[in-house]
């Protein structure tokens, strides 16, 4: 028997960072989010042997453990690790014997939300395997509890559920509340938005925890700098939100640029010379606004290159050695199926 599952990865449109705590608890946060057709995926091959086998099989690396009900989360395999344990704890009650193929269309630190969206991808399978009772609300929650409590990794809440619920999607944060609002966007609009915005791999990639954290530290410290520019990228969600809804696509790039030149005011680190190049070149070459996907540092951009400006963009981003990645907009989430 083979268990698989996959979930996509996300572009931030809008409002990123602010669905990160103690920002989200104290003022609210609000994310404007789309999947698209790049995916974390997960193979469960159950075994009788028991033994506990992690692997990523384009890289070659491998662990493997005496089926237990705990296993130390640390070195390779964290999130594996980590997924596990939960596992156990709340719904088997009893080691497992199994190996768990992960494999990532986009590399770790790149700005699409890998982490979080392997993590739903696993839990994902874990659901199929043992049929689990777990709603999308519920694989999202759990996602993000595994993440930020059980491992204490630094970082926000969107990711989990733009994996789990798919599509384009408003979502707003109060604490532990989060209220995802499924967007009904016509579709040549999403199209058009597709045509439109180049998305661009700068070949770098970054730690967003630490990025995050000291995010994170400015809300603590009342640093009002920050604080105003969390505000008004937050309002960008809000201004995104309109736009594709009615289908303003002429204000799409005013907007990115809008939340742009905020996000980089709310920690050291969101930008860096190489990004800022990047940027200005992309804006010369006919470009109406972009951000870095993510936390900030290096990974994904993507740009809004109205009419046919996109060629040219691609083609002045050549100098920087990076890559276009052709990509669509998808409205599904994650999803599992078995072979027997």
């Not at 276009?324 to 072979?339: D, H, L, P």
């Amino acid at each position: 028997m083979i268990i698989r599952a996959k979930a996509p990865l996300r572009l931030g449109l809008a409002g990123g960072g602010t669905d990160v705590s103690p920002y989200s608890d104290i003022y609210g946060g609000a994310i404007l989010n789309a999947t698209i057709n790049m995916y974390a995926y997960a193979t469960i091959e159950p075994t009788q042997d028991g033994k506990i086998t992690f692997e990523f099989p384009e890289k070659y690396y491998r662990e493997e453990f005496d089926a237990a009900e705990y296993i130390e989360p640390k070195g390779e395999f964290l999130l594996q690790k980590g997924i596990y344990n939960r596992i156990v704890k709340e719904f088997s009650r009893k080691p497992l014997s199994f190996k768990l193929s992960t494999f990532m269309d986009a590399p770790p630190g790149s700005g699409l939300g890998t982490s979080s969206t392997l993590v739903v991808a696993i839990l994902g399978a874990f659901s199929e395997w043992l049929k689990l009772p777990l709603g999308e609300y519920d694989i999202a929650h759990l996602a993000y509890e595994i993440e930020r409590e059980d491992l204490k990794m630094a970082g926000g809440k969107q990711d989990q559920y733009a994996a789990t619920f798919g599509g384009f999607n408003f979502m707003e944060f109060y604490g532990d509340r989060v209220i995802v609002n499924p967007l009904r966007i016509r579709q040549r609009y999403a199209d058009e938005l597709a045509h439109n915005l180049v998305l661009y791999y700068t070949d770098t990639s970054r730690l967003s925890a630490k990025i995050i954290e000291v995010q994170s530290k400015n809300v603590k410290e009342k640093n009002q700098q920050s604080l105003d520019a969390m505000h008004k990228v937050k309002e960008q969600s809000i201004m995104m939100k309109e736009a594709l809804l009615k289908g303003g696509l002429g204000k799409i790039g005013e907007i990115l640029d809008f939340g742009w030149q905020y996000k980089k005011q709310m920690a050291e680190g969101i930008t860096n010379p190489l990004i800022d190049n990047i940027y200005q070149a992309a804006m010369d070459a006919g470009a109406a606004g972009g951000k870095v996907s993510g936390a900030g540092g290096g990974g994904f951009m993507f740009f809004y290159c109205p009419n046919v400006t996109r060629y040219r963009v691609i083609d002045a981003l050549k100098q920087f050695g990076g890559q276009a990645k052709r990509y669509e907009f998808i409205q599904e989430g994650v999803k599992s199926w078995t072979i027997q």
